[in-house]
């Protein structure tokens, strides 16, 4: 089993950043890829953004590309997600997941089937 264990989420003004967080721990020896997701009020769940433990392959939604950063550090089984000039359309609760298979490619990745674990979720509010 694997944990996944979010944070840094919060309320920011409008042009604001957040750097979001999450952690893996249990049996993380066979991650693939980490990804992020974001689920607004009546809204569907959506891809954000998702990295290759396997090289510097990342992808983004088009509504983020440029503000928002994902990274890694393998050593800490630790994904990053960088949020800078937040929008009051990035509110949501943001979602991480982790896919332990052996594929990497941009509909793989946005598809939320994709990932075996997901953490509990972090409140990310942008309002003036």
């Known amino acids: 089993q694997v944990q996944l264990v979010e944070s840094g989420g919060g309320l920011v003004q409008p042009g604001g950043s957040l750097r979001l967080s999450c952690a893996a721990s249990g049996r993380t020896s066979g991650v693939n890829a980490m990804g992020w997701f974001r689920q607004a009020p009546g809204k569907e769940r959506e891809f954000v953004a998702a990295i290759w433990w396997g090289g510097t392959a990342t992808y983004y939604r088009d509504s983020v590309k440029g503000r928002f950063t994902i990274s890694r550090d393998s050593a800490k089984n630790t994904t990053y997600l960088q949020m800078n000039s937040l929008e009051p359309e990035d509110t949501a609760v943001y979602y991480c997941?982790?896919?332990?298979?052996?594929?990497?490619?941009?509909?793989?990745?946005?598809?939320?089937?994709?990932?075996?674990?997901w953490g509990q979720g972090t409140q990310v509010t942008v309002s003036s």
């Open positions: 997941a982790l896919d332990a298979g052996d594929y990497f490619s941009y509909n793989y990745a946005r598809n939320s089937r994709t990932y075996d674990y």
